[in-house]
């Protein structure tokens, strides 16, 4: 080995020195002793390969002893740091399943920390001095801004369904269109769910056209339900036909069968009246007279992940006191996050405002490209000579399985701060604290504006500095 090299390597400190190291000593709380030992040797063998492995021309003179104090303190941090982490969601993709859907109103997030931080009227009537229900603080909110006789909440929607397929058509025939056997996220498929319910899946029409008398032919003495199902995360385009739920309905009537229409991502504002695709409102399908309705909390609603499940009086009753109810029941936060964002709804105007996905959504492109131009003249500003930044057209999506066919015009920065090649610096800004979660696209790297909060400035100010700094001294740093 050279002397050189040698030499370089010599100069590591032991672990047990740098355990005792007053600078860090704060980053070793909360760790074991054994488990920050196990972190500073992590480190330093990363250090060794890397001498080891570099070619002499590039080898350093001398080991900077306070580059390593802060490869350590950054890997205790990320080792303390929660799992669970806030991110800043620059992708464009509105309700981003994979970023936890649509962050809520701030009336919702102050109703949750209450919840949370102090005792509840969960169950308890306050009237009456008594037990109470917790459905209690939801349903009638959920029955006047809908039309819905009654209304039942729970974890989630797929949940709902699930709950309602049980309760009610367990060992039945339940005819829905071929179309509409979909499969969503994480391998939710309506066959499975429906077998795993003990109903009988009974399919009609074909994958592109469904008609109402496919329904009809198919009614038996052992049919119990017609179901629809909006696709809410694909589109079937060109030759098709698809059966309205108010004719299923009267279909049902006729024959004295259940009717339920699961709506994915359940909406309660015509978004069409912003230039949006027509998705069908909630209202609107309670107003058709469906027994049940089903939809999310946390897509387009904007609320915290529950499953609303609204209908008649006597149908929802019956889902009440199905033992599954139990198991399946949301807890305060979700129940005080929802009452909060269902409060927002009673004024419309106050929910487009208040509710971050709504006012994403709906956002005009005008009042999009100004918040673009703004923030890359304020980093060219910042930081002359380090990012080159400029504002390009952008596609945002709704996401969530809303609205699946609909480009929202935006705008987006491509970002660059070389010598890092694109893919570099998406890496660079996905391990930042907060990660920023950008695109690729075509070799550039995009920040699409659409889906910034106002609170993202700040963080995404802060990492933007940190990168421009750790590249001013890369050649320095040898990470």
Request: hydrophobic share 45%; charged share 20%.
């Amino acid at each position: 080995m050279e002397p050189r090299r040698a030499h370089l390597l010599r100069q590591i400190p032991a672990v047990d020195e740098l355990l005792h190291h007053p600078q860090l000593q704060s980053h070793f709380q909360g760790l074991s002793r054994s488990r920050a030992a196990e972190v500073v040797r992590e480190v330093l063998g990363h250090w060794r390969r890397r001498l080891l492995t570099m070619a002499p021309e590039q080898l350093p003179g001398a080991l900077d002893p306070s580059l390593l104090l802060e490869d350590i303190s950054q890997a205790l941090a990320a080792v303390t740091r929660f799992s669970l982490t806030r991110v800043i969601n620059a992708t464009g993709v509105i309700i981003h399943t994979n970023l936890g859907r649509s962050p809520l109103a701030a009336a919702a997030q102050k109703q949750i920390l209450t919840a949370a931080a102090f005792y509840t009227n969960l169950e308890y009537n306050l009237d009456l001095g008594k037990r109470g229900s917790r459905q209690s603080h939801l349903e009638g909110l959920a029955a006047e801004i809908t039309g819905a006789e009654a209304a039942l909440v729970v974890n989630n929607n797929a949940a709902g369904v699930f709950l309602a397929l049980t309760a009610l058509t367990f060992g039945r025939e339940v005819i829905i269109s071929r179309g509409q056997l979909v499969e969503i996220g994480g391998s939710f498929r309506m066959p499975d769910i429906m077998a795993l319910s003990g109903a009988v899946l009974k399919e009609v029409g074909t994958t592109n056209k469904t008609y109402l008398a496919d329904y009809e032919r198919a009614i038996t003495s052992q049919t119990a339900m017609l179901l629809k199902v909006h696709p809410s995360n694909f589109r079937l385009m060109g030759f098709t036909q698809e059966v309205p739920l108010a004719d299923l309905v009267a279909l049902g009537r006729r024959y004295g069968l259940l009717v339920m229409e699961d709506l994915g991502s359940g909406c309660l504002v015509d978004l069409s009246r912003f230039g949006l695709e027509k998705e069908p409102t909630v209202q609107e399908a309670v107003a058709t007279g469906a027994d049940l309705v089903l939809f999310s909390g946390d897509k387009l609603l904007g609320g915290p992940q529950a499953g609303i499940i609204l209908g008649k009086a006597e149908v929802v009753q019956r889902l009440r006191q199905h033992p599954l109810t139990r198991a399946l029941r949301p807890d305060k936060l979700t129940i005080a996050g929802l009452e909060a964002t269902l409060r927002l709804y009673l004024k419309e105007d106050e929910a487009l405002r208040q509710i971050p996905a709504l006012r994403m959504l709906t956002m005009p492109l005008s009042e999009v490209d100004r918040q673009a131009r703004r923030l890359a003249r304020s980093i060219s500003r910042r930081w002359p000579g380090r990012f080159r930044v400029r504002v390009t057209p952008s596609v945002a999506r709704s996401g969530g399985g809303a609205l699946p066919m609909v480009p929202i015009p935006s705008r987006a920065l491509i970002l660059e701060l070389p010598p890092l090649a694109s893919h570099q610096l998406e890496e660079r800004l996905r391990r930042a604290h907060p990660p920023v979660i950008a695109r690729l696209e075509q070799d550039c790297l995009l920040l699409d504006v659409r889906t910034l909060l106002p609170e993202d400035y700040p963080r995404l100010f802060q990492v933007l500095g940190e990168l421009a700094a750790a590249s001013e001294n890369n050649n320095q740093n040898f990470h």
